[in-house]
T-cell receptor
């Protein structure tokens, strides 16, 4: 069965320190991977997707098919990065989107 | 463009009562998803529509939950009768079918409390 695993429920990082949110997946086909973010009192929104290979708000994520990982990274954390982060996988067969349990990122001043 | 609209925002009901949630997706989005998000967990897919047809409802508790998408636009999700463990945020999302740079857009959600 398809699965998305985010091993950390909570990650606390000092402002200016590097951030890495881990995501591992299991899927037999070629998935599309995403990171979604939910800021306090806001709706869930897309942060970035692996296909675009883009950097959004300083965040990047590289799909590693060998390790089946899609870790989210940022070199220097900012206080406004505090939020819930969800890794998600979209199946290429029927557009089904599966989410991990999420990691709460807390940036310490 | 207008986002995904959901109503109501909050609902409190007693167990064994019925409740319905409504979702209006972004215009032109053929795919519509309903997710259940229990406190402290990630969104769990309940049902996925493509236009007015069901693509996946494998995780929908069909003895008490039902959903429809008449005319392939708006959708309603119903719970009858509700249980305490149904307390959660119910999220609706929509997207265009798979293609370059597509993404799912989410509504604000409906927070259901069953007492």
């Amino acid at each position: 069965a398809q699965r998305v695993t985010q091993p950390e429920k909570l990650l606390s990082v000092f402002k200016g320190a590097p951030v890495e949110l881990k995501c591992n997946y299991s899927y037999s086909g070629s998935p599309e991977l995403f990171w979604y973010v939910q800021y306090s009192r806001q709706r869930l929104q897309l942060l970035l997707r692996h296909i675009s290979r883009e950097s959004i708000k300083g965040f990047t994520a590289d799909l590693n098919k060998g390790e089946t990982s899609f870790h989210l990274k940022k070199p220097f954390a900012q206080e406004e990065d505090s939020a819930m982060y969800y890794c998600a996988l979209r199946e290429n067969r029927d557009d089904k989107i599966i989410f991990g349990k999420g990691t709460r990122l807390h940036i310490l001043p | 463009e207008a986002g995904v609209a959901q109503s109501p925002r909050y609902k409190i009901i007693e167990k064994r009562q019925s409740v319905a949630f409504w979702c209006n997706p972004i215009s032109g989005h053929a795919t519509l998803y309903w997710y259940q998000q229990i406190l402290g967990q990630g969104p769990k897919l309940l049902i996925q529509f493509q236009n007015n047809g069901v693509v996946d409802d494998s995780q929908l508790p069909k003895d008490r939950f039902s959903a429809e998408r008449l005319k392939g636009v708006d959708s309603t999700l119903k719970i009858q009768p509700a249980k305490l463990e149904d307390s959660a945020v119910y999220l609706c999302a929509s997207s265009i079918p798979r293609g370059p740079n597509t993404e799912a857009f989410f509504g604000q959600g409906t927070r259901l409390t069953v007492v």
